[in-house]
């Protein structure tokens, strides 16, 4: 097999029509007779509905119908389900439209369906509802406490489950005995998705075939399809066709099945004609899944030598008023088992209490747990390293697994199966140019500069994952990808993928693999994705997975379909199957490769059948489901550099250098597009994103006026590297990227800003680090500082 | 009411609503999808279009305020299958990824090169704060627009 394509930068086969404007995203569909529906939405965290008055809405010209929760009910249209059960999991119901009470600003108490856009929502507004208004609470540790405003009358305490992983005797043995211990709390702010693309979905009932098609946002069209016919809306699997077309961005938002989607299905088959719904921003910024909100407490150990020896953690986790799909395992089994990062802490243990609040539901946003769980340990190893007087970049080279130590079994679950952290932490401190960084640090400090450099040598893992053991850790799915790979007569390839590219590139990564293993060119090869009705089953993609487990699915597909080649040019060639060979896109005699055949011939006789193998099948296709034996580990180091201005509090990022290892590469340069996104969005929720709600759990940051999203000129440009260590357990040996920048950069800034705030006896922010948090903390720290 | 709009060069002639805003009539009265609603705030940019060579965020812009007016897409910006510049440098830097924000993106690199022909980073930066990209980080939109100035100034341009 010639690498012709794999490992190069490729540019993106999917581009020109995106360049053109001649996408297709879902609300540039538009089918005939297609109606609108609006929502009506409560304006208050938690409220008894006691009445709603839907005549003047109904009465006004152009509306269809106004549809409520009961109505819903009573046609069996259930809760929508939670994907992955814990121990003693609470899950209350979770209906599309409510019927008794709204639990969190924004959820949906009335849809009305209108032959336009804008009647729908003037008729909205013609709906009148009559709520009781109750206290509600927003904050994880508040709804704890005794008294607080309870969310679900069958989850007291707002206490959805209790879960903990690690030797919590062990644990604590290694506290009482260390040498020196430090204890940090820590909020891991709240975060709002937002991709660019608001959620927006079509369904369109056809009363002859009593089949539906959803045209909606997705990551994952078959799970949608699975968990929205056979658990929410009891109709057969294969009598719903759910569409995934080019969708404007994920990062999580869009894996799971929300109201919206249920409610165009509904009244698509009750009226006989396709209803839209696009979400306003507001809409998104209100029921989009929310991301991270931890109250966290952290303790780490350490011997005499600086070598960590324990890492105890307490979080108490916000899941919001719902659980959705993914909720559980994010703050659990994707949160608890990083903890070990890439140290030999050899004790762990971590307790999480998963906490209902009157808060729009949180689930995972890009990285999932994983930055989290990344924040909080290279913060306190930070911290730690300050309370040494230890260099923070040798206090972490002096703890990292080293390179013979893989396969490493961590005391949180996972085994390691690869990693080298040394080469990569190096090269970013040349990057970096680090000696010279610090003195510079030190000069500028003593000219009333406020340099900081922050680390963050992060690992995550990644490629979700094996069946069986999501299976039993709670997951109620498999975590296999599939492929389908059918060859055209003509010898065109079209590959159809279990995987979901929203912005990933697969159209053209995925060909890169497939034109090089077939000696076909990149035009030959199309990649098909995004319709259940063409797909194989897939899981679709989130979780770093379809680089690693995408991709298997693909070589192992392709490799079927070389091998049935072979079996027909043998007969052709009149030779030995195994005397042949495949390469660049001929099968040959080896050692003369004057009797050759190829692939574009085999794939017509394939399809011909006249001079043909007896005992063969036509046809030139073959399937392939993968199951991946382990996650993936990529890992890496990064640096943040940036500037603390003391009379305004702000901050600006001199530099970022990041050195990521994902093994090789398919296609570099979307590689890197990943590793700069991801970067935007974590150092994003370390400087300027943060979800905040009042007393009344109102959502005080509802728009792009008041949720800070980084803009161009809030960032700088990138230096960015890797190194290659390859996984030993998938075909390519590839790793995941998508979530790592993200997983990595928030502790790598938030280091930085407390390194820089040093000289002001300033130990820890917390997120974000805002102008007047810092500006705050400076003044209330100078008098201490009047004296120097 | 009627409003009469030169979109990409043809003319549309359409009666609508009065409050129907300009974003809608291109996408839903011209067909023309490329442009994109991802606020209806003037905060994120996706609907940016030319509104007689001005950039303007076409979901704040009222359709009847427009008539008589030329509109530039994303639609009009290649020359039949040859792409302008803006749209190379975008490809050439994958300057996107999911491609939602793109059109907007584009659309305001034209006006800010116009102003601009030889912008450095930083004023690259500031020209395109009024959209949003979740997707890049910005870095390959910079030097995607980089690309696009410097064939637009007619130079060679430097490999990697």
């Excluded at chain 1, 729009?360 to 306190?380: N, Q």
């Excluded at chain 1, 590469?665 to 700069?676: S, T, Y």
């Excluded at chain 1, 980084?710 to 075909?731: V, Y």
Aim: glycine letters at 8%; one cysteine or more; a negative charge.
């Amino acid at each position: 097999m010639g690498e012709k394509f794999f490992g190069k930068p490729i540019k993106r086969k999917e581009d020109p029509r995106f360049i053109t404007g001649a996408g297709n995203y879902v609300d540039d569909i538009t089918l005939q007779r297609q109606s609108y529906v609006a929502m009506v939405r409560s304006p208050h965290a938690h409220a008894t509905i006691k009445s709603i008055n839907v005549d003047k809405a109904k009465a006004h010209p152009g509306v269809i119908d106004v549809i409520l929760g009961q109505e819903m009910l009573d046609a069996g249209i259930g809760s929508i389900p939670v994907g992955w059960l814990l121990d003693g999991l609470k899950t209350p119901p979770h209906y599309a439209i409510t019927v008794d009470k709204a639990r969190h600003q924004g959820e949906i108490v009335a849809a009305v369906i209108a032959e336009d856009s804008y009647t729908a929502e003037d008729a909205a507004d013609l709906v009148e509802v009559v709520y009781d208004v109750h206290s509600a609470v927003a904050n994880p540790a508040k709804a704890l406490e005794g008294g607080a405003p309870q969310v679900h009358s069958d989850a007291p305490g707002n206490v959805t489950f209790n879960w903990q992983i690690g030797d919590k005797a062990a644990t604590d043995a290694a506290f009482a005995s260390a040498a020196k211990t430090v204890k940090l709390d820590l909020r891991n702010n709240r975060l709002i998705p937002n991709a660019i693309e608001p959620r927006a979905s079509l369904a369109d009932y056809n009363r002859g075939t009593q089949e539906y098609t959803l045209y909606t946002t997705s990551q994952n069209p078959h799970v949608h399809r699975l968990i929205i016919a056979a658990f929410v809306m009891g109709i057969p699997e294969n009598k719903l066709r759910v569409i995934s077309p080019d969708v404007g961005g994920g990062f999580g938002s869009k894996i799971f099945q929300y109201p919206e989607e249920i409610i165009v299905l509904y009244a698509s088959k009750k009226h006989k004609r396709p209803v839209k719904w696009n979400a306003k921003r507001s809409e998104s910024f209100l029921t989009d899944s929310h991301g991270r909100d931890h109250v966290t407490t952290a303790e780490l150990a350490v011997d005499a030598n600086a070598n960590i020896t324990g890492l105890r953690v307490k979080t108490a986790a916000n899941m919001g008023a719902y659980l959705t799909l993914f909720a559980p395992a994010v703050p659990t089994y994707l949160y608890g088992t990083l903890l070990a990062g890439t140290y030999r802490t050899p004790n762990i243990h971590c307790e999480v209490t998963g906490v209902f609040t009157h808060t729009t539901p949180v689930d995972a946003y890009r990285g999932a747990g994983r930055p989290e769980a990344t924040y909080l340990l290279e913060r306190i190893v930070s911290y730690m390293a300050q309370e040494l007087k230890m260099d923070p970049a040798e206090f972490r080279k002096k703890n990292f697994i080293g390179p013979d130590q893989f396969p490493y079994q961590t005391p949180v679950a996972l085994a390691y199966d690869s990693g080298n952290y040394v080469p990569a932490l190096e090269k970013a401190l040349a990057m970096a140019n680090y000696t010279k960084l610090r003195a510079d640090q030190a000069e500028g400090r003593k000219n009333g500069r406020y340099i900081g450099i922050g680390f963050s040598t992060y690992l995550e893992a990644c490629g979700l994952a094996p069946s069986a053991v999501v299976g039993s850790l709670g997951a109620q799915a498999g975590q296999w990808e599939s492929s389908l790979v059918r060859v055209a007569p003509t010898g065109k390839v079209e590959v159809f993928t279990g995987s979901h590219s929203h912005g990933q590139g697969h159209e053209t990564a995925f060909a890169q693999i497939v034109a090089d293993r077939l000696g076909v060119t990149m035009e030959d090869v199309e990649i098909v994705h995004g319709d259940t009705a063409k797909m194989p089953y897939g899981w679709g993609t989130y979780g770093s997975r379809s680089g690693p487990v995408g991709t298997s699915a693909i070589v192992k597909a392709v490799e079927k379909v070389v091998n049935k080649g072979q079996k027909i040019a043998a007969h052709l060639l009149e030779a030995r199957e195994e005397d042949l060979e495949f390469l660049e896109g001929k099968y040959q005699v080896k050692g003369s490769p004057d009797k050759a055949v190829s692939f574009g011939d085999i794939a017509l006789q394939a399809h011909l059948a006249h001079n043909y193998p007896a005992d063969l099948e036509p046809g030139l296709e073959a399937s392939a489901f993968y199951d991946p034996a382990n996650f993936v580990y990529p890992f890496g180091t990064h640096i943040a550099v940036v500037e603390v201005f003391p009379d305004t509090g702000k901050v600006e990022i001199l530099r970022y250098i990041a050195v990521d290892d994902c093994g090789p590469q398919i296609n570099p340069l979307i590689v890197q597009g990943q590793v700069h996104g991801g970067i935007a969005q974590g150092a994003a929720q370390a400087l300027f994103e943060n979800a905040l709600y009042d007393d009344n759990a109102q959502l005080l940051s509802s728009s792009f006026m008041e949720y800070a999203l980084p803009r161009a000129d809030s960032l700088p440009s990138f230096e960015i590297d890797h190194t290659i260590t390859p996984s030993p357990h998938n075909p390519l040996g590839v790793k995941g990227i998508g979530e790592a920048g993200c997983i990595a950069s928030t502790a790598a800034v938030a280091n930085a800003v407390n390194d820089a705030l040093e000289p002001f006896g300033i130990r820890h922010l917390d997120m974000p680090l805002s102008p007047p948090r810092i500006w705050k903390a400076i003044q209330d720290a100078v008098p201490a500082q009047a004296a120097d | 009411m009627k409003v009469s709009i030169k979109v990409n060069g043809q003319n549309y002639t359409r009666d609508i609503e009065e409050r129907t805003l300009l974003v809608h009539f291109l996408r839903e009265q011209a067909g023309l999808t490329g442009t994109h609603i991802g606020c209806e705030t003037s905060l994120c940019g996706a609907c940016t279009v030319l509104l007689n060579g001005n950039a303007v965020k076409s979901c704040t812009v009222l359709a009847a305020s427009a008539d008589g007016t030329e509109v530039t897409t994303v639609e009009g910006l290649a020359k039949g299958n040859e792409l302008h510049p803006i749209q190379e440098g975008f490809w050439e830097k994958h300057g996107l990824q999911c491609g939602f924000c793109t059109p907007g993106f584009l659309m305001a690199t034209v006006q800010l090169l116009e102003r601009n022909p030889n912008p450095t980073e930083d004023e690259i930066r500031h020209g395109l704060e009024g959209n949003y990209c979740r997707c890049t980080g910005y870095h390959n939109i910079v030097k995607a627009v980089q690309f696009a100035a410097a064939k637009m100034r007619g130079e060679a341009i430097a490999a990697d």
